[in-house]
């Protein structure tokens, strides 16, 4: 069974701190790795990875996937009050229509 | 922009009531897909549809159909809702290999079956 895991579950931290968020999955097929932002309502996408060891960054948001491992990482740095939000993982197949596996989020607090 | 739209944001139904949760994509995607977030299990993958009148089971399709009888158009149906479907629905679309699974999400449509 695929299955995708995302550590920590929750966190809090305070504005200005740097966050490192986790995501480790066991899946057939592997294609390609999805960071997702949802704050209110739909997530929004961050970052798709497919390749090792090369760094994606957008702004103060980072992330980089080892596929030998199995894992991936979203970095944010100087954190603000708006990141705080969900963050989800989430794995695509090969297989007809792009599925995606999700995992279960990590919700983000960044306090002032 | 992509734009998904859903019919309802927010929704009370009663145990036993026929549900339907409509979905809209204006990008001429092909597949389609219907999630259910729950607080700690993430999205789980109800079904998806790569085509008009496809559709696929997901993780968890049990007492849950789709429609699709247009393109742009996709439908979750629940045939006699029960309190454990409960939840945040979100339906999302991607298109047919070009994105290597990046998906656009609706705004989703709170269910609440009392």
């Known amino acids: 069974e695929d299955k995708v895991v995302q550590s920590p579950l929750s966190l809090v931290v305070h504005e200005g701190d740097t966050v490192t968020l986790n995501c480790s999955y066991e899946?057939?097929?592997?294609?390609?790795l999805l960071w997702y932002k949802q704050e209110k309502k739909a997530p929004t996408f961050l970052f798709m990875l497919?390749?090792?060891?090369i760094e994606k960054k957008s702004g103060r948001l980072s992330s980089i996937l080892d596929k030998k491992e199995l894992f991936s990482i979203l970095n944010i740095t100087a954190t603000q009050t708006g990141d705080s939000a969900v963050y989800l993982c989430?794995?695509?197949?090969?297989?007809?229509?792009?599925?995606?596996?999700f995992g279960g989020g990590t919700r983000l607090m960044v306090k002032p | 922009d992509v734009k998904v739209t859903q019919s309802s944001r927010y929704l009370v139904k009663r145990t036993g009531e026929k549900v339907f949760l409509e979905c809209v994509q204006d990008?001429?995607?092909?597949?389609m897909f219907w999630y259910r977030q729950d607080p700690g299990l993430g999205l789980r993958l109800i079904y998806f549809?790569?085509?008009?009148?496809?559709?696929e089971k997901g993780d968890i399709p049990e007492g849950y159909s789709v429609s699709r009888e247009k393109k742009e158009r996709f439908s979750l149906i629940l045939e006699s809702a029960s309190t454990n479907q409960t939840s945040m629905y979100l339906c999302?679309?991607?298109?047919?290999?070009?994105?290597?699974?990046?998906?656009?999400f609706g705004p989703g449509t709170r269910l609440l079956v009392l």
């Open positions: 999302a679309s991607s298109p047919h290999g070009g994105g290597v699974g990046t998906q656009y």
């Open positions: 899946v057939t097929n592997f294609r390609s």
């Open positions: 497919t390749s090792s060891g």
């Open positions: 989430a794995v695509g197949l090969y297989n007809a229509g792009n599925m995606l596996t």
């Open positions: 990008m001429d995607h092909e597949n």
């Open positions: 549809s790569y085509d008009v009148k496809m559709k």
